[in-house]
Structure formats: structure tokens, C-alpha cells
């Protein structure tokens, strides 16, 4: 019988001191073993959670369409005074892939930003994009969709009046603000949907220097929803 001063291995039913010499060894393969039946335990548990999330996740339909407005903010100054927020329009077709948690569109999106300097007084600065998008569905439920995407495709900014500048101005970089120009525009996007009928979006135009900024749109979408 094992006395007071015999101590239990968690691992077995006899004092460790009656074992045999590799018993030490033993001992660790068997935590080694229990660290990798956790593992694959946890594992297991987070595969079944996906999979229920989108197992459970409502047959959505094909096409949808969304109108949105916001504001365009954090363009560059160049070199005027002061940079104001402006105003953010678009209109955007997508197609669902119901057995994929992606989807494709096209958008049409306007914008103005506002400059003002002591010289130039306040210009608007107008911008219109024409891209291809896809977004993909990071978390999807019968409420809410969590999702990032991107488009790419064509950018057209005009000025509201004639101004210049000398090429000194660093910021300026030689643009000018006058007549119509003519770029293409990536946009990386973030956003949530909520009951297959409110986007909100946050995006950023990457284009032409004086035109670059941030946009964050609010949306109503017609179509999408369950089938």
C-alpha cells in the first residue's frame, strides 16, 4: 500500500516511485498527447461554428441594386487654405453567388470636395467614377453582413473655375485644376449590411492627387434578401 510520502502521477493509478525509470518520459508524451486532443478539439469546435454560421445563413437572391449618399472628406489641401467635407453619390448593381459568400458589380459614383485659399477663393472639385467591384462576405446571417472588398476602373474630374499655380508648390505638383482630366481609380471598401437593406460602406479613392479622399455612404438596397 503506498504511504503519505508517495506522490500520484495525474496519469495513472500508482505512486510514481513504484515505476518504472522511464516513467518521467512517459509522463510527458501523455501531456504532449492531451495538448494536441485540445488542439484538435478547438479545431473541430471552430469548423463546425463556420460551417453552422453559413449552413444557417438564408438563401439569398441573385441580383440587388443600392442608391446611397454620404459625405467625401480627408482630401489633400494641395496648396490652398482649408479643405472641406462634400457631398457622395452612387449607384451600384452586384450579383450574388449563392453558393459563394462573393459578389460582383458594377457602381457609378459622383463626388465633390471643397477648397478654399485667400488667392483662389473656394473651388469645387468634382469627380465621377465608373468601377467594377467585388466584395467578400467575412460573416453572413439572416440580420447582418460583415464584408471588404475593391473596385478598380475609370475616373473623370473636372474644376469649378481656372486657377494657377507655379510648379515651386511642392503639393501641387503641377496638376492643374481647370478643364476635364481623365484617370483610373482603385478603391479598397469595408461595410456592413443589415437586413439585406442598409449598406453602409466606407471606402477610399485612390486617384489623381487632387481628387484623392475618403468616402463613407449610407445605401438602400432594392432586391438582395431571401428567396
Not at 516511485?17 to 473541430?44: F, I, Q
Not at 471552430?46 to 441580383?63: G, H, K
Not at 480627408?74 to 459563394?100: C, V
Not at 473623370?156 to 481656372?162: D, L, M, R
Amino acid at each position: 500500500m503506498p504511504t503519505d510520502e508517495d506522490k500520484f502521477c495525474q496519469y495513472c493509478i500508482f505512486p510514481c516511485n513504484d515505476l518504472p525509470s522511464d516513467h518521467e518520459t512517459s509522463m510527458y508524451n501523455a501531456k504532449g498527447l492531451l495538448h494536441m486532443k485540445k488542439l484538435l478539439l478547438v479545431v473541430v469546435c471552430l469548423y463546425m461554428f463556420v460551417y453552422d454560421t453559413y449552413a444557417q445563413s438564408p438563401e439569398i437572391r441573385t441580383w440587388e441594386a443600392e442608391i446611397g449618399a454620404g459625405i467625401a472628406f480627408g482630401g489633400n489641401k494641395l496648396n490652398f487654405d482649408h479643405t472641406y467635407p462634400g457631398a457622395s453619390f452612387l449607384m451600384e448593381g452586384r450579383y450574388n453567388f449563392t453558393r459563394l459568400p462573393i459578389d460582383v458589380g458594377l457602381q457609378i459614383h459622383a463626388n465633390l470636395l471643397n477648397r478654399e485659399s485667400e488667392h483662389a477663393k473656394k473651388m469645387n472639385f468634382k469627380s465621377w467614377n465608373i468601377l467594377g467591384v467585388s466584395d467578400y462576405n467575412v460573416f453572413r446571417t439572416s440580420r447582418v453582413s460583415l464584408f471588404a472588398g475593391a473596385g478598380f476602373g475609370y475616373a473623370f474630374h473636372t474644376g469649378s473655375a481656372p486657377v494657377s499655380f507655379d510648379n515651386t508648390q511642392s503639393d501641387w505638383s503641377g496638376l492643374s485644376s481647370t478643364g476635364e482630366r481623365h484617370d483610373v481609380c482603385f478603391m479598397p471598401r469595408i461595410g456592413a449590411e443589415f437586413f439585406h437593406h442598409i449598406r453602409t460602406t466606407f471606402d477610399y479613392r485612390l486617384q489623381e492627387k487632387a481628387n484623392r479622399h475618403f468616402t463613407f455612404t449610407l445605401g438602400f438596397v432594392f432586391g438582395g434578401g431571401r428567396k
